[in-house]
């Protein structure tokens, strides 16, 4: 028998919503809001939900009313997570399109990324900021400076999920010395086509790091060269549910996928060698980048001794800093160590500095 639901002290509306008769499915879901703890709003029909479905910040909706929420002509909104318990279920798939959810998990297996949405949902937890890396041209150290960041995050104590959106990158495994690491990469990813949900994500793809405390999503060896931007789109909420920070190096040729991660509006840092001809290459990524939050990152050695501030003015572009030559780097990645391991590169001496400018959940916010 279903518990109670938990007394509003707030009007419903502002409440996140759970519709669902399955018993045990309120057991589970009513469990896990109290240990955040959220109050939900719990309405076991649809029929009578219209008001709460359009106000609420987060409607929970079990899979076995959604085609009724449909019949009822209830809204297509943002926000609506479709909740289940058969993994078997391949009808779900169809009812998620149809009620137009942004989201299909099943429990218990999502029940660390179902917290964590709740966690946020409430105000007690915000979404793990998205910063994006992309390269003014190639070879500019758009993926050094991405798993600088993410390595600086780990080492702080903080949980990251590091996105190899570059098909044509090499593999950000390679940099961090993890290509024989086990777990998902992207052609198990997209050959999901939908049946992974997000927090079944985070756990199926390579942890590496301090404590596992890295979550690497790149590429195989093999023949897929793009990503759906469905399935960015389940990445960027495995990383913003359940991590610290986000980090995505993007290809310059800014494809679907890239868009998608690019319309999270995060920080978007344009790595730019100190060359003109770079610089100029860079002029053209930057057009693909209108009205994101754009900065450069100018990357040493300057042999014609161009600095960093009329690059970013050239740009029409705010600097983000500066980072000198580093001799010992080639070496470094060959061997598999990330600039970011150590606080004694200058990789590592930039992603401090930016990383003190974010807003991350400190490091013990939730459960892992």
Known sequence: ???????????????????????????????????????????????????????????LLGTEVAAEAVRRGLPRRAGVILVGRDLDDASVWERASSVGAEQVVFLPDAEGWL????????????????VCVVGGRGGAGASTLATALASVAVRRGHRC?????????????????????????????????????????????PRCGRGGALSLLSWDRGDLLQIPPESMQVALAAGRGGDDLVVVDLPRRLDPAAQTALDCLGPVLLVVPAEVRATAAAARVA?????????????????????????????????????????????ALERGNPPGATGRTPWAAFSEGFLDGLPLRPPDWGPR
Request: with cysteine; glycine share 12%.
């Open 1 to 59: 028998m279903s518990p109670p639901p938990l007394p509003a002290t707030e009007p419903a509306s502002r409440l996140p919503l759970l519709v669902s008769n399955d018993p045990l499915l309120l057991d589970e879901l009513l469990r896990l809001a109290a240990a955040v703890p959220v109050e939900l709003a719990v309405m076991p029909e649809p029929g009578a939900a219209h008001e709460a479905w359009r106000c609420a910040p987060l409607v």
């Open 161 to 205: 999920m590091l996105i190899d959106a570059d098909p044509l990158g090499g593999g950000l495994d390679l940099v961090l010395g993890e290509e024989s690491a086990p777990g998902a990469r992207w052609p198990d990813v997209v050959g999901a086509a939908g049946t992974m949900p997000a927090g079944g994500l985070r756990d199926a793809v």
């Open 287 to 331: 057009t693909g980048l209108r009205g994101r939050d754009v900065r450069v990152v100018v990357r040493g050695p300057a042999p014609s001794g161009l600095g960093p501030e009329l690059i970013a003015a050239s740009l029409g572009l705010p600097l983000a800093g500066f980072v000198r030559a580093d001799r010992r780097l080639a070496a």
């Open 115 to 130: 917290t964590g949405r709740l966690a946020t949902c409430a105000g007690i937890a915000p979404e793990a900021p998205v």
